[in-house]
């Protein structure tokens, strides 16, 4: 079955640090290409990060405080976020698609169903 499931999200003061995760049990990660994105509330969804066989891929906003790995036995891609803002608060998404490189953030064919992150004193 093809499905991504995130988890991790929640609620963190500013300057605290979440671990987002994103379940892909049905796919081969060294052929697809995994990004998160943020959707923030009333925006639209923006591209954050990308992991791929080959690369790495992060926005500028993010650079020095998100990482992003993956466990290729375990067919997980975490997002560590550290230091986080209250402009970070939104839903995170992960997405899939077939490929070895991060080629940007503009077509993914898989989704998950998002995971709720909020930064707040």
């Known amino acids: 079955q093809v499905q991504l499931v995130e988890s991790g999200g929640g609620l963190v003061q500013p300057g605290g640090s979440l671990r987002l995760s994103c379940a892909a049990p049905?796919?081969?990660?060294?052929?697809?290409?995994i990004g998160w994105f943020h959707q923030a509330p009333g925006k639209e969804r923006e591209g954050v990060s990308c992991i791929s066989k080959t690369d790495t891929h992060y926005v500028d906003s993010v650079k020095g405080r998100f990482t992003i790995s993956r466990d290729n036995a375990k067919k997980m891609v975490y997002l560590q976020m550290n230091s986080l803002k209250p402009e970070d608060t939104g839903v995170y998404y992960c997405?899939?698609?077939?490929?070895?490189?991060?080629?940007?953030?503009?077509?993914?064919?898989?989704w998950g169903q998002g995971t709720q992150v909020a930064v707040s004193s």
């Open positions: 049905g796919f081969n990660l060294d052929d697809y290409h």
């Open positions: 997405a899939a698609d077939r490929g070895y490189y991060c080629s940007g953030y503009g077509w993914y064919e898989y």
